[in-house]
């Protein structure tokens, strides 16, 4: 599972509630779950900042560091 597709299980979001939320196609949203695209570094930051409020929100379960890339966990 990629670390997208981790985050949208975590928040239950589908990839079409996310397309829709960030103003692109849902196709769009499918390749960067997929890992056959990228998406733009704007939109990058803006699902850590989501990640972040979620890992606050919700205690991940132990062992389970959510799929992190490049960015340390804050704890708290």
Known sequence: MTPLAALL???GWTTGELARRLGVTDGTVRNWVTGRRSPSPSVL????DIAAV???????????DGGHVGRPR???
């Not at 979620?54 to 389970?64: E, I, T």
């Open 74 to 76: 804050v704890s708290g």
């Open 9 to 11: 299980a975590r928040i």
């Open 45 to 48: 930051l803006w699902l850590a």
């Open 54 to 64: 979620m890992d606050r929100a919700r205690p991940l379960p132990d062992g389970w």
